[in-house]
C-alpha cells in the first residue's frame, strides 16, 4: 500500500530546497534574511503543533522567526496593539495570526488591520480579494495551497474531475474551492448541514476533508480508486495526533491518500517559508 500513500516530505524537501537557494543568494548580495512574526492566542495544542512545525521550517530555510503569546483572554486592544507594532516593525518581513480566534477577538475587525503586504496566509479581504479574482500578486493561504502542491507532485490532474471538499471555512475549504474551479475542476462544497454526505462523497473522483472532526471520514464515504486528501488535524485523548480521516480504514479503498501526520501539513509550513520569501523580495 506503500504507493497509495502521498507523502508531504518529498513535496516540502523540493519547495525547501528553492527557497533556501533563493535566501541565500539574497543574503550573500544584501546582508538581509527575512523575518517571520506568529501570533498565538492561548495554547491550542494544533496552533503549538503548527508553530514548532513553521518555525522548524523557516530555520531551515534561513528564515527568522519571533512568536507574540497572548492570554487567551487577551483583549481587542491587546491583541490589535500587538499587531500594529508588528505592521509598523520593518524588521518584520512577513505575519502569521493563529486561526480561529476565539469568540472574545472580533475577526473581521481584524482581519482589515493586518498589513496586506506582510499577510503572507491570506487572512486580509484584500488578498482574499486577489485570489478570488485571479490575481497574482497577492498572498494564498498556505494551507490551501499545500494541497494543490501534492497534487502537482504526483501528477494528479483536477480538470474535469469531481471534487468534493468536506469544510467552508475561509481558512481552507472555501478558497481551496476556488482554486480547483480555477484548474478547472468540478467543485462540491459540503458542511455541517449536507444532507447525505456519505453519499456525495462517494461520488467524488477527488475528495478533501478539512472539518476538524477526528477519523469521520469513513470507508462508505470514499469511491473505489478515489483520491483522498486529509487537511484535518485532531488529537485524541491521549494527545496523539489523528486526521480527519479514518486512514487504516480508507487506505485500501483509495486509489492515493495523504497520512496525518506527514501529509499536508508537511507541505504547508513550505508554502508559509516561500510566501515568506515572496514578501521578503517585495521589500528588495
Known amino acids: 500500500m506503500e504507493n497509495k500513500v502521498l507523502k508531504g ?11 533556501i537557494s533563493e535566501i541565500e543568494d539574497i543574503f550573500v548580495k544584501t546582508g538581509k534574511k527575512p ?14 503543533s503548527y508553530q514548532r512545525a513553521a518555525s522548524n ?10 512568536v507574540v503569546e497572548l492570554n487567551e483572554n487577551c483583549s481587542m486592544d491587546e491583541y490589535i496593539d500587538s499587531l500594529e507594532k508588528l505592521n509598523g516593525d520593518t524588521s518584520v518581513t512577513a505575519i502569521l495570526c ?33 485570489l478570488f479574482s485571479g490575481e497574482k500578486d497577492g498572498f494564498v493561504p498556505c494551507t490551501p495551497m499545500g494541497v494543490v502542491e501534492i497534487l502537482d507532485f504526483y501528477g494528479i490532474d483536477v480538470e474535469g474531475k469531481n471534487v ?10 472555501k478558497p481551496l474551492s476556488i482554486m480547483l474551479t480555477n484548474r478547472n475542476a468540478t467543485v462540491t ?15 467524488a ?10 477519523r469521520f471520514v469513513k470507508k462508505e464515504f470514499v469511491r473505489e480508486g478515489a483520491v483522498v486528501i486529509d487537511v484535518g488535524i485532531n488529537f ?24 496525518v501526520p506527514g501529509g499536508v501539513g508537511a507541505v504547508t509550513t513550505s508554502i508559509l517559508a516561500s510566501q515568506v520569501l515572496k514578501a521578503f523580495k517585495n521589500t528588495l
Not at 521550517?57 to 519571533?66: L, M, N, P
Not at 468534493?164 to 475549504?173: A, D, E, F, K, L
Not at 485524541?236 to 497520512?259: H, K
Open 189 to 203: 462544497i459540503c458542511h455541517s448541514k449536507s444532507k447525505n454526505l456519505s453519499e456525495i462523497c462517494s461520488k
Open 164 to 173: 468534493v471538499v468536506i469544510g467552508r471555512s475561509m481558512v481552507v475549504g
Open 35 to 48: 523575518t517571520l512574526a506568529m501570533i498565538r492566542v492561548g495554547n491550542r495544542e494544533d496552533d503549538l
Open 57 to 66: 521550517r523557516c530555520k531551515k530555510c534561513g528564515i527568522d522567526t519571533v
Open 205 to 214: 473522483d477527488i475528495l478533501i476533508s478539512c472539518i476538524g472532526v477526528g
Open 98 to 130: 493563529f486561526r480561529p480566534l476565539p469568540k472574545g477577538l472580533d475577526e473581521d475587525a481584524i482581519k482589515n488591520i493586518i498589513s496586506p503586504e506582510k499577510d503572507v496566509d491570506c487572512f486580509s479581504p484584500i488578498n482574499l480579494a486577489k
Open 9 to 19: 516530505k518529498p513535496v516540502a524537501d523540493k519547495l525547501t530546497e528553492k527557497i
Open 236 to 259: 485524541d485523548e491521549d494527545g496523539n495526533m489523528m486526521g480527519d480521516v479514518d486512514y487504516d480504514e480508507v487506505l485500501e479503498q483509495s486509489g492515493g491518500i495523504t497520512p
